[in-house]
């Protein structure tokens, strides 16, 4: 289960007016290059230079572990991909023909898509994007520069691997999808993703993960999580993902970093973590990631904190894999004083939940909340990254033991600054008062939205016995995102947050209930091609709560869209009937969750959150390409260098910014693959 917001630019970023582009009085500048539907930013590590050198040398190892699993996420999104970027790399920096022609610079411009997207798929709606350049130039290309850079196997000659690999690049009909989420499909057999083998069906791996669950087991590992699953002479077998075992050079280069960072943990709590995912990543026991979970969300007091390893469901039509993924950060102190209100206030809320009592928590165990200061992004947190983080995902352990949940302020806060005056605002929203409502409150009750999602939304409610975690299937995603948002855009509007001085009055959370409803009924439409229709969790969860609430308040004219200079626009008629919305939707949702109802989740998502009104699709792209703003926004990180003593000891360690993005990504490709072209 997948238990994050993601920051979503085309409304909640671009509607920040009060920041500006870059910090002119430090020379640091937020925005970078654009490139297809892209735009790159940079984020400030704030207060790195205050830390000791224990805890910079701490991140500088837990970034190196970090980063050294780039290359499993290329491999896990596509089993071409490394061979693919290969090619590419090689040709963009060895090409001795026009770096100016037509071909060359589509090149260059599908090479960073490939980059950003950790594969040839988008990174967002999963369909693969087609190069604007010609096979002819392509393989050219290729030949002309040296053959021993090229991912060439077993005496394979140039046309081969052009042969072999061309299809995948330049056919739209071969793998289509990354993920696959169409009602009827055989979600593994058309999705193009690398966690299953050939010849498998949608059946077979839910009948064998079915086949292993033990009965009435009240603590079960997430089955699947850490494998490949694969056929072996008709039988299906895991191929795990260990040091020695299926990536096992990139994991050894995880945990050699790992055991770097032990000698400068702030605790004895914390090295006990470390030494637990080290365990994992050897034995490949989902059972050591259960132990690892638990120590990681009781060890709350230490200072830089840090998450790695196969985390996240997005990626895997089923939601049984976890893609690779990496960060490490540190706690801002100060903001963190918000979150910890939530937190210290849970069962207040979890007690006045809108849902039936049978589903409500009877004590909520362990939440912490922080607000942190990311240090490196990597794997699938990198180019684009979530700003909201609860973990851990097993419910068991969330029950028992709690959850972290962490806002990530340094990327809103670049995000903010990067949305300064691009006319969004004006283009969508008809009337200045509301205009005037969001740019006073919509950073603030923006945050809080994030908080209680992930503090309080994820970590809410309970599973009834017997329920298991997979119980909805391919809508589990959409359905758990949804039931966080709802959670959090119920209690925005309650007087309580006024009580613990989290929002200014009892009007300010307009703002976000005003920006969500746009954002999933329209804005957020400018993301997916036309005829296309909604395949994306959090963009399902989004149009499933925004159009339900509209049907559902239709008698009473909640919600309005209408036209004016032939341009569709939205209105909150009634903003207190569309929280009784809210709270109705997430008793439903909650109800689904709760009792595994598979029908009753397909129904949701399938009859609001999927289908797209193609003529309000088509005005929406024309007037948002006037803007001239990028739908999505991803990240450049750091570079930190560790300076040694005459010895070899750390004795500090720089931070820069000024690092291109092709410039990262090309060393990246050369100081963090480990790996082969070719993973079986």
């Known amino acids: 289960m997948a238990l994050k917001k993601f920051f979503y630019t085309l409304m909640l970023s671009t509607l920040a007016t009060s920041a500006t582009v870059e910090s002119t009085a430090e020379e640091f500048k937020y925005t970078d290059e654009k490139f297809a539907d892209i735009q790159m930013l940079r984020y400030k590590v704030q207060d790195f230079d205050k830390l000791n050198l224990r805890q910079k040398t701490l991140i500088f190892y837990l970034s190196e572990a970090a980063l050294y699993g780039r290359d499993i996420l290329f491999d896990q999104n596509g089993a071409y991909n490394l061979r693919i970027r290969k090619m590419l790399e090689t040709v963009y920096t060895d090409y001795r023909g026009s770096r100016d022609s037509k071909d060359f610079k589509a090149l260059t411009e599908y090479l960073k898509r490939v980059w950003f997207s950790n594969g040839i798929h988008h990174h967002y709606g999963s369909e693969k994007f087609i190069p604007g350049f010609s096979q002819d130039f392509f393989r050219n290309a290729l030949k002309s520069v040296d053959r021993k850079k090229l991912p060439l196997t077993n005496g394979q000659t140039v046309d081969k691997l052009c042969d072999e690999i061309f299809p995948v690049i330049f056919d739209p009909t071969v793998f289509p999808m990354r993920v696959n989420q169409k009602d009827g499909d055989d979600l593994i057999r058309t999705s193009g993703e690398n966690y299953y083998g050939t010849n498998i069906s949608q059946a077979e791996v839910e009948n064998f993960y079915a086949d292993m669950r033990k009965p009435n087991d009240e603590r079960p590992v997430m089955y699947g999580l850490n494998s490949k699953l694969v056929k072996e002479n008709g039988k299906l077998v895991e191929k795990k993902w260990t040091t020695t075992g299926l990536y096992g050079p990139a994991i050894s280069k995880i945990v050699s970093n790992l055991r770097n960072a032990l000698p400068f943990a702030e605790s004895k709590e914390q090295k006990a973590v470390i030494n637990k995912l080290i365990d994992f990543y050897v034995s490949g026991e989902l059972k050591d990631f259960d132990d690892y979970s638990i ?56 007690d006045h939940s809108p849902v039936d009592p049978r589903f409500r928590k009877e004590e909520c165990k362990g939440i912490s909340a922080k607000v942190i200061t990311a240090a490196i992004l990597a794997g699938d947190l990198y180019p684009s990254t979530a700003i909201g983080i609860n973990l851990p995902n097993s419910n068991w352990i969330r029950k028992e033991y709690g959850s972290k949940s962490v806002t990530i302020g340094n990327l809103t806060d670049a995000y903010n600054k990067a949305a300064h005056g691009n006319g969004f605002d004006e283009e969508f929203i008809y009337d200045a008062d509301t205009r005037a409502l969001i740019r006073q409150y919509g950073d603030n009750c923006d945050d809080l939205h994030t908080d209680l999602h992930e503090c309080l939304g994820h970590g809410s409610g309970k599973m009834l016995p017997g329920v298991s975690d997979d119980s909805l299937k391919a809508y589990g995603s959409t359905i758990e995102e949804a039931r966080a948002d709802l959670f959090a855009l119920y209690y925005l509007a309650d007087d309580k947050l006024v009580e613990l001085g989290l929002t200014p009055n009892t009007e300010a959370y307009k703002s976000e209930y005003y920006t969500y409803i746009l954002n999933g009924l329209m804005t957020q439409l400018v993301r997916i091609k036309p005829g296309n229709n909604i395949e994306e969790a959090h963009m399902r969860n989004r149009a499933l709560i925004a159009h339900w609430a509209y049907e559902h308040g239709k008698n009473k004219n909640v919600i309005e869209l209408f036209k004016k200079n032939k341009k569709t626009y939205m209105r909150i008629n009634d903003y207190r009937e569309l929280r009784t919305l809210f709270a109705q939707l997430l008793a439903e949702i909650q109800r689904v969750k709760s009792t595994g109802d598979y029908e009753g989740a397909r129904q949701l998502v399938e009859n609001y959150g999927v289908k797209v009104d193609p003529v309000l699709h088509k005005e929406l792209l024309q007037r948002y390409a006037k803007l001239n703003i990028s739908p999505y926004k991803g990240f450049i990180n750091p570079v930190y260098t560790a300076v040694k003593d005459s010895k070899g000891n750390i004795k500090d360690v720089k931070i820069s910014y000024t690092e291109t993005y092709d410039h990262q990504m090309l060393r990246y490709s050369t100081d963090y693959a480990p790996l082969p072209y070719i993973n079986d």
């Open 295 to 350: 120590l990681w969300v009781k060890n709350t007091a230490d200072l830089v904190d840090f998450t790695n390893g196969f985390i996240e469901v997005y990626g895997d039509p089923l939601r049984f894999k976890g893609s690779c993924e990496g960060f490490a950060n540190f706690k801002d102190l100060e903001t963190t004083a918000r979150t910890e209100k939530l937190s210290q206030n849970a069962q207040w809320f979890e």
